[in-house]
């Protein structure tokens, strides 16, 4: 009985092998081209026509010349159609490699491996010359055919070899790790890798090549000489401003001044100045993965954290994000571990330090509403949270004393949040607003400011006020396909991204999962946790819709780290309900979120992000 799960699992991963590795074309490509585009190859069987349905396309863009991504089984393709780019101009293809076992290469490399490809339509002229085959357009749609010329034979053998190697491999792990396969201990052994991989990314990669890592950093680096916010038109922070004529020292978000900080402090070890401003966000990891290991019960809470390489890549550069995924994460366990600094104070226990935990919950609760307006609604959450328990926990709770206590929490909470907004208004008074918003104008790019008439804006704009419906987004747009993407592996300026095929999987992996969870709760828990199933629905549902409607009223933007707050929802939900959730079903899902996760960390973002130069090692912020 013991070995059925192993051999279901080595069955399960020799099928996706064969699927997703062995049963299909992998594609290396080589290309120049002059403006962001989309590399397509096309496929179609004996007596077919090409369609868009039998396609693989890959983002290419101007800085990037090497990529790789996987195409289709071609034991049944009798032609391919390579279209190298949407654009009229020119493109130039290096080199273009299609590999599968069983089949010959099919390589692109020199004029007489070129001259098989024949154009079709819209190819004005192309020819080859020393650093590559150049391809002169005359549409959006230029495109060659090439006819396969073998058929290929199965490779059995090497398929054998596979097998066994795969189910060797699992019931090796099996045998191996018998004695960490508990919930309790296999989890630690993940986030230790995780850990790993986040200072790895944060260590190699270089500046200024995450998503719009260089506000951060300007911010940050305010704060290792200055302790209190600045005039907003202060001229020594012009640079922090951004193309939107935004600062992040406008925001009264406090990571920026704790990063500072903690730069200010590092600073005799003569790091890079941005490697010392994103020590703060990988310590928060590093926290979170010792806060899980010391309380066995936040190790549940902290689960979340291992399904999306997303979240770990938010820890490995300087941004505020990973301070308000962490600051949440300390908070959802205070609210849900039964013996919490906060829960023990609000049962009633009374010592000499109960004003001291006051005031240390006080901070902790200033935090929540310092960060951004997306995790209002887990603080909506922790507030729905508080109303069940008080109905279904079977602890009799002094009414009295719990409200007391609670409401000191918040008055210490808002009396924080008074100082911190009241020090910006001290500094730049009580026209602070009017300030911003004529400073915006001054500064912000035509394309972004708020004078520039609505037709001249930026096209991703107020899409609703320019008459675009809310259907085209979602459906011809693809906001949620998008807002996915970029939740769950996307790295650098969005331009760094796997293929089709792994979102695609991670995808119906996810939904499973998601699925697996939900039917659990719903067939196997009683009523009371039912419904915080439907308060966590409720939230993740509310906080997806405003951002849909951000995105058509405001400014569109697929970004899944809006979503965020999500995860430490999610996390208190689990702590509720994990009981609930077959271990089989569980282990595997989540062992294959986090396989899925590693493989892209590692062999899309670490590979392909830009790396670290000797240069940058003596890089100082502008000022």
Known sequence: MRWKFPL???????????????????????????????????????????????????????????????????????????????????????????????????????????????PLFQVIHSNMEDDGFYVFSSGDDPNFAFIMESQGRAPYIQGLASIAAIFAIVFLFFFLTRGVREDIRFIPVLFVAVFILVIVMGSISAEKVHPDEYVHLYASHYYMTNWLPPAVDDPSIRHTYSVYGVSRLNKPEVSYFFTGKLAQFLTPLNLPYYLSLR?????????????????????????????????????????????????????????VLPDSLLNSLLAGEKNKTWIGRVFLLGILCSMLFLLKKNYYFFILFVVAYFVWKNIFSEI??????????????????????????????????????????????????????????????????????????????????????????????????????????????????????????????????????????????????????????????????????????IIPMLGMLLYHTRRYIPDAGFRLFLVTMFALSIYSFVYVGLLYIPKATLASLVWIPSS
């Not at 890959?58 to 090497?66: N, Y």
């Not at 310590?283 to 979170?288: P, R, V």
């Open 396 to 565: 009799q709770w002094d009414r009295e004393v719990f409200f007391k206590r609670i409401a000191l929490i918040v008055l210490v909470a808002m009396a924080l949040v008074g100082l911190r907004v009241g020090a910006d208004y001290g500094v730049n008074g009580l026209n602070r607003s009017e300030k911003i918003k004529h400073l915006r104008a001054e500064i912000a790019e035509p394309l972004f400011n708020p004078n520039t008439p609505l037709e001249k804006k930026h096209i991703y704009l107020y899409r609703k006020a320019r008459g675009d419906s809310l259907k085209k987004l979602v459906v011809h747009e693809k906001w949620f396909g998008k807002t996915f993407r970029s939740a769950f592996g996307l790295y650098g300026y969005f331009t760094i991204n796997a293929t089709d095929a792994y979102y695609n999987f991670f995808r119906w992996v996810g939904l499973g999962f998601f699925g697996f969870f939900v039917l659990a709760i719903l067939l196997r828990a009683p009523g009371a946790e039912k419904l915080l199933l439907f308060l966590f629905l409720g939230c993740a549902v509310g906080l997806i819709g405003i951002s849909l409607w951000h995105s058509w009223t405001a400014d569109f933007q697929t970004q899944g780290r809006y979503l965020f707050p």
């Open 8 to 118: 279901f699992i080595s069955i399960l991963f020799s099928v996706l092998y064969f699927q997703y590795f062995v049963n299909r074309a992998f594609v290396e490509l080589d290309i120049k081209v002059t403006r962001t585009t989309w590399f397509k190859i096309y496929w179609a069987e004996p007596g077919k026509l090409f369609s868009e349905k039998k396609m693989a396309r890959i983002r290419v863009r101007p800085e990037h010349e090497h990529y790789r991504f996987f195409l289709t089984n071609l034991h049944r393709v009798e032609k391919l159609r390579v279209d190298p780019q949407q654009y009229e101009g020119v493109a130039v293809i290096k080199k273009l490699i299609i590999s599968q076992s069983g089949f010959e290469n099919i390589v692109f490399e020199k004029e007489s491996d070129f001259a098989r490809l024949k």
């Open 279 to 335: 020590m703060f966000n990988m310590m928060l990891f590093g926290i979170i993965l010792l806060y899980a290991l010391r309380r066995r019960e936040a190790m549940i809470v902290a689960v979340p954290f291992l399904l999306s390489p997303q979240l770990w890549y938010v820890f490995s550069y300087c941004n505020s994000d990973a301070f308000a995924l962490f600051v949440t994460f300390i908070a959802g366990c205070q609210v």
